[in-house]
């Protein structure tokens, strides 16, 4: 079979079925399967494949037809323009937390000390510490498989960031010119009705925020000054009504300056704030 009848087929499979995104889908796992990459699967689309490249190709879009997530069929996610190994019961890098990164560098001077709490694949700080020079970055989670994988990224980037298991902020120690988090935020009765892709293969870990989604904020916002700089930073990612009750979280704890921002699509996405210095 030739690259574009297969392609097609298979792009109209993943359609038939509900897939998001079958059109990026198909060409991520032909290109994964084939070891080709885009320019040659276009200019070579009336080149025969090879048997074994059809069959893996096949078993691919399989497992994307019962809903497996293509970054865990390819073992890799694409962000902030760099490539994170992936593994199941860690949480996928998506491209909505790269307006948070994006914010974060707005603000974060070469030689700053970075803390990353709930660290998940790394992927926030360890993007930070790759386009930033000389950043003490610190990486914190709860999770043994999100430390593991943490560490790979960290060695494929060729980068060192202190690495702490911790429940929370029970085992940080020092202090931090900015804190920035992904922290669950997803009301525990709202998991059950997101897409497959989320509520089957991402933990629940890293997605449950308690019964109104903000346990997680109440906690950043309370503990998070005793371990920041005088006018240090929290960056926070958030969910799109999440704004107004996030903000005024930080606002009861005292932090200054909090500001709820909107992605690129006009989803409320990120609170930045800094901690006031008198604060204790």
Not at 38 to 66: P, Y
Not at 197 to 209: I, M, N, Q, S, Y
Request: charged share 30%; with cysteine; net charge negative.
């Amino acid at each position: 079979m030739i690259y574009s009848v297969c392609y097609q087929n298979a792009k109209r499979r993943l359609e038939e079925a509900g897939i998001t995104d079958a059109e990026s889908d198909t060409r991520l796992l032909l290109m994964h399967t084939t070891g080709k990459d885009r320019s040659f699967i276009f200019a070579h689309g009336e080149d025969e494949m090879s048997e074994e490249d059809v069959a893996a190709f096949e078993a691919a879009i399989q497992q994307r037809l019962e809903h497996i997530p293509v970054q865990h069929i390819t073992h890799v996610a694409d962000f902030m323009g760099l490539e994170f190994k992936t593994s199941e019961g860690v949480l996928i890098p998506r491209i909505d937390t790269e307006f948070l990164v994006e914010e974060a560098m707005r603000f974060i001077p070469d030689g700053a000390r970075v803390l990353d709490m709930c660290t998940g694949s790394g992927c926030i700080l360890l993007s930070i510490m790759k386009y930033k020079n000389d950043i003490e970055g610190t990486a914190v989670d709860i999770s043994d498989a999100a430390l593991e994988l943490t560490k790979a990224n960290a060695d494929k980037l060729g980068l060192t960031p202190t690495i702490i298991k911790s429940d929370l902020f029970e085992n940080v120690e020092g202090t931090f010119d900015y804190i920035i988090s992904n922290p669950p935020y997803i009301r525990k009765s709202d998991i059950l009705g997101l897409m497959e892709e989320v509520k089957d293969h991402d933990p629940h870990l890293a997605l449950d925020g308690g019964d109104d989604g903000l346990d997680f904020y109440r906690i950043l916002a309370k503990e998070s000054k005793k371990y920041l700089i005088s006018e240090g930073m929290v960056l926070v990612e958030i969910g799109y009504d999440q704004g107004s009750d996030v903000k005024a979280i930080f606002e009861a704890e005292g932090y200054i300056d909090v500001t709820v921002l909107s992605d690129y699509a006009g989803n409320e996405r990120v609170v930045r704030c800094s901690k006031d210095w008198k604060t204790p």
